[in-house]
Structures are given as structure tokens and as C-alpha cells.
């Protein structure tokens, strides 16, 4: 497959369509980044790399990050995470107060803000410095010891994160909740101001697309069925309210983030990242979800 044939027919097709999206303005620091930025970059299993774009420069990865944590959890865990979060996609907005008091304070998944605050709630249970261990997990599996949290964002996102406090609070109140609130947002903040670039993201999740294993040494990171559910996760639950539309329109697991990242993964075949900031109304890249519809459909291979 010659995907960087592929990859340059979609960014002619592409440089006339009408990004007419919004970029993010309630995390006041994603606001100031240059809503025109645009790129891809696509890693293969067989080792190959394919790019165009400002698929170099980092951004804040948001939501993207909650892969990550839950790869932790679910690593610390297993199976007695469920116990405390659901599998179903929400069918509501990612930070529903209404629905997480009508189901008890259980979260619908890991990846709405309600399942993500629990992930970090064990996160400060299991490890004395749990920021460090996130780290340390991003930069093994993405190959670079230099990828780190942004302070700004982190702080924009304490001075404005109300309703993520909020729901950390309702869940506590229901006993799902087993730290101080501080605590749990503090490392929920800085997860998702996790800088990296697309060519660092496609990198880090060839570990989904190869079995939980690092490429270049063959070393398990991730068990081979956690991996599997971990890609059911994202492939019914990465997209906000637009999962079941991304799964139509582009057949492969993947998240999303605010930051206008989106992740995807064909297993046993590539990952690939895209980054353009202008999201639609659900949230997500408007210039993404249609560039990897573009790349399934020129390819003809989807996990369908």
C-alpha cells in the first residue's frame, strides 16, 4: 500500500474543503493555538512512516490521554476496574452531571470526564506519584524521554475546571470517589495537558495496533486482551457523541480530543494521528474525522 501516495492525494482533495470548525475557547490556553494548523502522520507495523504537515509539532493531546491512563488502570487492576465504571457509550455529553447522578455516580466509560476522574482516583490509590507514572508510560511507549505536561494548559485548565470538580464531587458522594478531590483533579489536569505531535501519538499507539507490543523491541508492554478491549473501548466510547458516526464513517478504533488530535489504529497494520484544531459540534476534529474517512475509503480496509 503506498500511503504516501494515498496520504498526498487526500491533502490536495482536502486544501479547498471548508474547515469551517471552532476551536476550543473553554480551556482559554487551547484557544490561542493557530487554528490553521494541519498534519497527519501514519506509522506501519512493517516500521515505515508516512506525513505531511505540522505532523512535528506538539499540541495539547486532551482527551487522547485518557488512553493512556486507562492502560495503566487496567494494567493495575484487570477486571475489578469494572466494579467501579461501565463499558456503554454515554448517548449524553462527556461531562453529564445528570446522568452520572441518575446511574449512581458510575461512569458510562473510562473516556467521558466521570470515567476519567476514577481512572485518576486509582491512579493516586496505587502510586505515590502517579504524574511520574504517566510519564514514564508515555515516553516508554512513544520512544521519547522528552515528552511532558503543559504547564499552561494544566493551570488554564485548574482555573476553569468547575464542572470536572463538580462531578468529582457527586461521585464521592456515592463512595466511587476514594481521595481528596484536589488531589484526583490535579492529576486528571495535567494528563490531558500532555504535549505531543502526531508523529509522537502514531508512534506511542502502535503499541494498540501491535498486540500491546513496542515495535522496535518486541517487549509487551500492554496484555494482548486488555489490548482488545482497550480498542472495543475506543472504537464504541473515543468519540464523545460521534462514536457510532466515526465507526461508520471510518471503521477503525481511535480517540479524540479537544486539542483537535484524533488517534487511530488498524491493528496488526499502522496507527495514525491527525491534528487540525477546528472541531464540530460533538467535539471533534472537523478536518480530521474527515481526512481518516478519506484514508479508509482510499485504502478499502477498514476493521470491518
Same mark, same amino acid.
Given at each position: 500500500?503506498?500511503?504516501?501516495?494515498?496520504l498526498?492525494e487526500i491533502?490536495?482533495?482536502?486544501s479547498?474543503?471548508p474547515n469551517? *470548525?471552532? =476551536?476550543?475557547?473553554y480551556?482559554p490556553?487551547?484557544?490561542?493555538?493557530?487554528?490553521?494548523?494541519y498534519?497527519?502522520h501514519?506509522h506501519?507495523?512493517?516500521g515505515?512512516?508516512h506525513?505531511? &504537515?505540522?505532523?512535528?509539532?506538539?499540541?495539547?493531546?486532551q482527551?487522547i490521554?485518557?488512553?493512556?491512563s486507562?492502560?495503566?488502570?487496567?494494567?493495575?487492576?484487570g $477486571?475489578a476496574?469494572?466494579?467501579r465504571m461501565?463499558?456503554?457509550?454515554?448517548?449524553?455529553?462527556y461531562?453529564?452531571?445528570?446522568q452520572?447522578?441518575r446511574?449512581?455516580g =458510575?461512569?458510562?466509560n473510562?473516556?467521558?470526564?466521570?470515567g476519567?476522574?476514577?481512572l485518576? $482516583?486509582?491512579?493516586v490509590s496505587?502510586?505515590e506519584?502517579p504524574?511520574?507514572?504517566?510519564?514514564k508510560f508515555?515516553?516508554k511507549i512513544s520512544?521519547?524521554?522528552?515528552?511532558?505536561?503543559?504547564?499552561?494548559v494544566?493551570?488554564?485548565?485548574k482555573?476553569?475546571?468547575?464542572?470536572?470538580?463538580?462531578?468529582?464531587?457527586l461521585?464521592?458522594?456515592? &463512595?466511587?470517589?476514594?481521595?481528596? =478531590?484536589?488531589s484526583?483533579?490535579d492529576?486528571y489536569?495535567?494528563?490531558?495537558?500532555?504535549?505531543m505531535s502526531?508523529?509522537?501519538?502514531?508512534?506511542?499507539f502502535m503499541?494498540y495496533?501491535n498486540?500491546g507490543?513496542?515495535?522496535?523491541? *518486541?517487549?509487551e508492554?500492554?496484555?494482548? =486482551?486488555k489490548v482488545?478491549r482497550?480498542?472495543?473501548l475506543m472504537?464504541?466510547?473515543g468519540?464523545?457523541?460521534e462514536a457510532?458516526?466515526?465507526?461508520f464513517?471510518?471503521?477503525?478504533?481511535g480517540k479524540? &480530543?479537544?486539542?483537535g488530535g484524533?488517534?487511530?489504529?488498524?491493528?496488526?497494520?499502522y496507527?495514525?494521528a491527525v491534528?487540525s484544531?477546528?472541531?464540530?459540534?460533538?467535539g471533534?476534529?472537523?478536518l480530521?474525522?474527515e481526512?481518516?474517512e478519506r484514508?479508509?475509503?482510499k485504502?478499502g480496509?477498514?476493521?470491518?
Open positions: 500500500m503506498d500511503y504516501t501516495k494515498i498526498n491533502k490536495d482533495e482536502l479547498s474543503f469551517d *470548525g471552532k =476551536i476550543a475557547t480551556i490556553e487551547l484557544s490561542k493555538v493557530d487554528p490553521e494548523k498534519g497527519v501514519l506501519c507495523t512493517s515505515s512512516h506525513a505531511f &504537515g505540522d505532523c512535528k509539532e506538539r499540541f495539547s493531546i482527551s490521554s485518557k488512553v493512556f486507562l492502560s495503566l488502570v487496567m494494567k493495575l487492576l $477486571d476496574l469494572w466494579d461501565d463499558v456503554e457509550p454515554s448517548g449524553n455529553a461531562n453529564s452531571l445528570f452520572l447522578e446511574e449512581n =458510575i461512569p458510562r473510562p473516556f467521558i470526564n466521570s476519567a476522574l476514577v485518576a $482516583d486509582i491512579l496505587e502510586f506519584h504524574k511520574d507514572e504517566i510519564l508515555v515516553r520512544d521519547n524521554a522528552s515528552i511532558d505536561f503543559d504547564e499552561k494544566a493551570q488554564s485548565e482555573e476553569h475546571g468547575h464542572r470536572n470538580a463538580a462531578l468529582a464531587n461521585m464521592k458522594s456515592f &463512595g466511587n470517589i476514594k481521595n481528596e =478531590i484536589s484526583i483533579l492529576i489536569f495535567y494528563q490531558c495537558s500532555l504535549a502526531c508523529e509522537e501519538l502514531s508512534k506511542a503499541v495496533a498486540e507490543k513496542l515495535l522496535k523491541t *518486541g517487549e508492554i500492554v496484555n494482548p =486482551i482488545q482497550i480498542n472495543a472504537q464504541t466510547c468519540f464523545y457523541d457510532g458516526e466515526f465507526a464513517r471510518v471503521g477503525l478504533p479524540s &480530543g479537544v486539542g484524533i488517534v487511530a489504529v488498524h491493528p496488526e497494520k496507527s495514525v491534528w484544531p477546528k472541531l464540530n459540534e460533538r471533534n476534529s472537523l480530521g474525522m481526512t481518516l484514508l479508509t475509503t485504502t480496509l477498514s476493521i470491518f
